[in-house]
């Protein structure tokens, strides 16, 4: 498995506006071969901003790749660029392979 995060800055007070672009967008994810699972997590408040992280599962790095390079891809993100205004800075990109997977006796009886 793969995870893919993405960090965002979001300016003091443009928590809703944020959430509400990530709420209201079609990702194109379900169509996607190799993903998995999509969260947008909220983290801890400073001064300045809220930290927010979209955080993506996918079956390999290779189907996280592909989808960079897909069609869905760049309709997903179309209009990113709009959005720059309610976050600080570029959202960091991190990459991260499965190494151990531990799961609940719910999820592990599924």
Do not use: C
């Not at 998995?36 to 801890?44: D, K, Q, S």
């Not at 599962?57 to 592909?66: L, N, Y």
Request: proline fraction near 4%; aromatic fraction near 12%; avoid cysteine.
């Amino acid at each position: 498995m793969f995870i893919a995060m993405n960090r965002f800055q979001v300016t003091k007070g443009s928590e809703a506006a944020f959430e509400h672009v990530w709420a209201s967008r079609d990702s194109h994810l379900d169509k996607v071969p190799g993903f998995v699972e999509f969260h947008l997590l909220r983290g801890p408040e400073a001064e300045d901003h809220t930290l927010y992280a979209s955080h993506t599962i996918w079956s390999s790095r290779a189907t996280f790749e592909a989808w960079t390079k897909s069609e869905a891809f760049r309709a997903a993100h179309a209009r990113a660029g709009e959005n720059k205004p309610l976050y600080l800075g570029h959202p960091q990109f991190e990459g991260f392979e499965t190494v151990q997977t531990v799961k609940g006796a719910a999820t592990a009886a599924a």
